[in-house]
């Protein structure tokens, strides 16, 4: 069986600053990885090489085997890989039903049609209803009025509006207070498990709890990989959190 | 309790639906023939910068492009409708056709260029291709007139209504021209390709991330943007049967920018507030030395950013807001 | 044939460095603050109609009143900084636009209003007058004396940047305003004080520029459009950026006045517009 996601060699640097190098990474269908590692590792570097927000200095990217490495971004989303963003990327003055809704439309490829009312495509708004509901986002208000838990529920719900194969989720629950994080985590437990993700996260509970397997980064490079409990007896790992005298 | 797809499309409906106030504002446009009969010139006037405004709109205030050259595709609109008029026939419809088509190929054009760049360069690109055009036009006076524009045709009139100096044949057909424009308009801006555009004024680095094609989506919407300007300007071609480099200047880039701002941008019927205001005050006003209009409307546009960000449609529709 | 060259690049090179002193500071404040201020011509004509005030109606020489004209700049750019301009930095392209387009309007008729919009010319001293002639060819005195004076200033604004404390603060908040912030440099006085030295520069440009091109209330918007070609094809915030678009410019204008006088401005606008595509960060610009 192919894999769903996976990069050869990808190196990336800023000038003299290296954010990616030499980047091995390889996701199995249905799997629900975590990258860890500390700020400044280059995750979410990697995840905008892998959606091609950045392009790479060198090195490949497949998906479900097929060479994405020079596809724009777009059309990634379109062969099945969608990611949520760290710090919100919405949409403020459009209603999440508005949103998800276009992401729906996009994806059928009824974005260019400019002759049928909104009204007349009943498919994809109840679609887009049907993700909000079971993700208990109220659909009507304007964006920027929602609360911030919500808003990164709507991160996720427009990135599942696109029907991924593999899911890239970024800290999905960056700056949510504990207290409204577990609708958040229900709601990442209930994704299908055909999904494959793959999750940046710094709280250990949550990377315990979902991950099948931990990636951790640090510097650009990938220190090490392996199933949680492995990782967490590695000496190397709580160097890097917690510095040589503790290790 | 409401079923669920009821309550999303009554949401998108509320928006389609025509708003009795809408109505109300047509119907309203008929009453210069009736109210006003000697200012009919002034009329149709107002109606083609409100179409140009209506243009902008569409990529300004719907996909968020800022634009100083969009006075570029009027002109050209005027200029094809003026040559055809000179030198092949005289029949406005399909001279009107055949300037849209041109603004349209123009548009097209560019927009592979403008669609690539944001922010200083973007505004840079769009004075720098009006400015370009302007002084082509200038210099190729064999075949533009140059500084003394297009002159020595007449465009008599459009099926079988002449245009005389009452302008009752000028202001129906711009008003007819414009309407079924609008119509476009508000077509295009409740449809999937709308909201589109709406996302991509909202956050344009997300859009790619649902899948977006953007640059496809707004070379679409510069297009038809130079198509609906081309229009307005062949109308001005026809209902006065002269052109003037006036037509591909600066100064009505910016004129249309300040009109649509001044109205609100993103609202539809922005540009046509913003037309009928300063049009009638600059007819009001005409006495004084062009300097002082301009004072006025530097201390307009102060006082709007500072105040008024969101036109005066915007001002209407917080206070509405407010007193809900 | 040689000699008409060389005179096309020495006034050409005399007009850039013109257009270097009205765009310098134009270029720094927008890659500092990214703030668009179309204003920024209006302080060249306030700069250059002290010059004119003071050398006709309160009969100051010419040399004196170039530092009063930077001063009048530097004022009334630090004025509309603090009263205006501060409100809106985190505020749309578009809105910065439009705010800035209001004040040239109110300049241009202000000015009007005071000075009428009659052409103005000054009488430069005697030794400014007139031409040197070298081997067949003419060298005008008062271009003379704009590249000196470009190149001074060229030469004093490289050492203030690079040599003082001063100047490596403003260097840090062009490059990375967060950081510079968060290593604990003022970023706000900073930056007014490289308002008021942009504002100043144009004023002081403005004045140079009566002699050479004239002096009228549509001066703030006539050359706006070359001042924004310098800066956006030199690239924001970079001096020699600025130093080579201005040059580049000012040559072409002059090359394309003297040799294909029918294309008029063709020429200028399609070098910009050639520039901006291939680097629309600019020549020199951040990327």
């Known amino acids: 069986m192919e894999l769903a996601l996976s990069t050869r060699n990808l190196n990336r640097r800023f000038g003299s600053l290296v954010v990616a190098q030499d980047i091995a990474l390889e996701l199995p269908q249905g799997v629900r990885y975590a990258l860890i590692g500390p700020n400044g590792a280059g995750k979410t570097t990697l995840m905008n090489l892998m959606t091609g927000m950045l392009a790479p200095d060198s090195g490949q990217i497949f998906l479900a085997g097929e060479d994405i490495t020079s596809l724009r971004a777009d059309t990634r989303v379109r062969k099945g890989l969608a990611r949520t963003f760290q710090i919100n990327a919405l949409f403020p003055r459009l209603s999440p039903l508005e949103a998800v809704t276009l992401a729906v439309l996009e994806r059928e490829g009824h974005a260019h049609n400019w002759w049928r009312g909104l009204p007349r495509f009943a498919g994809p708004i109840d679609e887009a209803h049907a993700i909000l509901q079971s993700l208990k986002i109220p659909p009507t208000r304007e964006t920027r009025e929602l609360p911030y838990g919500q808003q990164r529920l709507l991160e996720i719900a427009l990135a599942l509006a696109t029907r991924p194969r593999v899911l890239l989720l970024d800290e999905p629950a960056a700056g949510v207070p504990k207290d409204e994080s577990a609708v958040l985590f229900d709601a990442i437990a209930n994704l299908s498990r055909e999904l494959t993700i793959l999750f940046i996260e710094h709280d250990m509970d949550v990377v315990f709890r979902f991950a099948s397997r931990i990636i951790v980064m640090v510097g650009g490079r990938i220190l090490v990989q392996g199933p949680p409990d492995e990782i967490a007896r590695d000496e190397r790992v709580r160097e890097v959190y917690l510095g040589k005298a503790h290790a | ?324 | 044939m040689l000699s008409s060259a060389v005179g096309v690049l020495f006034d050409g090179f005399a007009y850039g460095m013109l257009l270097f002193l009205l765009s310098v500071g134009l270029s720094v404040t927008l890659g500092m603050m990214n703030f668009v201020n179309l204003a920024h011509c209006s302080f060249a004509m306030v700069g250059g109609y002290a010059t004119f005030h003071l050398m006709t109606r309160l009969g100051w020489p010419f040399l004196a009143t170039l530092p009063m004209a930077f001063l009048a700049g530097a004022l009334i750019s630090i004025v509309l900084e603090r009263t205006l301009y501060r409100h809106l930095y985190r505020a749309s392209d578009l809105d910065q636009c439009l705010l800035t387009i209001g004040i040239v309007f109110i300049s241009v008729a202000a000015y009007a209003w005071f000075y009428t919009t009659e052409q103005q010319s000054i009488r430069v001293p005697d030794w400014l007058q007139g031409a040197q002639h070298v081997g067949g060819m003419t060298f005008a005195n008062y271009r003379m004396f704009l590249v000196v004076v470009g190149l001074a200033i060229t030469a004093l604004l490289i050492l203030f940047l690079e040599k003082t404390r001063f100047g490596a603060r403003i260097r840090a908040a062009v490059d990375n305003q967060r950081m510079a912030r968060g290593l604990g440099i003022d970023v706000d006085r900073a930056f007014m004080f490289t308002f008021a030295l942009g504002g100043g520069l144009a004023g002081l440009g403005g004045a140079l520029s009566i002699q050479v091109v004239g002096l009228d209330p549509t001066f703030a918007l006539a050359y706006l459009v070359y001042v924004l070609i310098v800066v956006a094809v030199g690239g924001l915030g970079s001096i020699g950026g600025s130093f080579a678009a201005a040059v580049v410019l000012g040559i072409s204008d002059m090359a394309g006045k003297y040799y294909f006088p029918w294309l008029g401005a063709f020429l200028i606008y399609l070098v910009m517009v050639a520039l901006l595509m291939w680097r629309p960060a600019g020549l020199f610009g951040k990327r």
């Not at chain 2, 406005?92 to 560019?110: E, M, T």
């Not at chain 2, 001044?262 to 205001?277: C, E, P, T």
């Not at chain 2, 950013?305 to 915007?314: A, E, S, T």
Request: charged share 10%; proline share 3%; with cysteine.
């Open chain 2, 1 to 324: 309790m409401a079923s669920a797809s009821s309550i999303a499309s009554t949401h998108f409906h509320a928006k389609v639906r025509w708003h009795p106030l809408e109505i109300v504002f047509w119907l309203c446009t008929l009453l210069p023939f009736v109210l006003t009969p000697s200012y009919l010139s002034l009329a149709s006037q107002i109606a083609i910068t409100a179409l140009f405004a209506l243009s902008l709109d569409l990529i300004l205030g719907y996909a968020g492009i800022v634009s100083l050259g969009h006075a570029a595709f009027f002109g050209v609109g005027a200029y094809t409708a003026g040559l055809l008029a000179k030198h092949y026939w005289s029949e406005p419809l399909s001279g009107l056709v055949i300037a849209a088509v041109a603004a349209g190929v123009v548009g097209y054009a560019l927009s592979h260029i403008v669609v690539r760049f944001r922010h200083l360069a973007l505004i840079m690109l769009t004075m720098g291709f009006g400015l370009l055009l302007h002084e082509a036009a200038n210099s190729a006076s064999a075949l533009t007139g140059g500084a003394d524009g297009l002159q020595g045709f007449r465009v008599p009139a459009v099926l079988s209504f002449k245009f005389d100096m009452f302008g009752r044949s000028a202001y129906a057909y711009s008003l007819a021209v414009l309407f079924l424009c609008f119509l476009a308009a508000r077509r295009i801006i409740h449809s999937p390709f709308g909201l589109a555009l709406r996302g991509i004024r909202e956050n344009a680095l997300r859009m790619p991330a649902i899948g977006a094609p953007s640059r496809a989506h707004l070379r679409k919407a510069y297009t038809i943007a130079a198509v609906m300007a081309g229009i307005a300007g062949a109308l001005l071609t026809h209902t006065t049967s002269t052109v003037s480099l006036e037509t591909l200047s600066f100064g009505r880039s910016a004129d249309v920018l300040v009109i649509l701002i001044l109205g609100g941008a993103g609202r539809l019927y922005g540009g046509i507030i913003g037309a009928v205001i300063y049009m009638v005050a600059r007819d009001q006003f005409s006495g004084i030395n062009p300097q002082y209009w301009y004072f006025w409307i530097g201390l307009l546009l102060v006082m709007v950013v500072m105040f008024l960000p969101n036109g005066i449609l915007g001002g209407i529709s917080a206070l509405y807001k407010k007193s809900k």
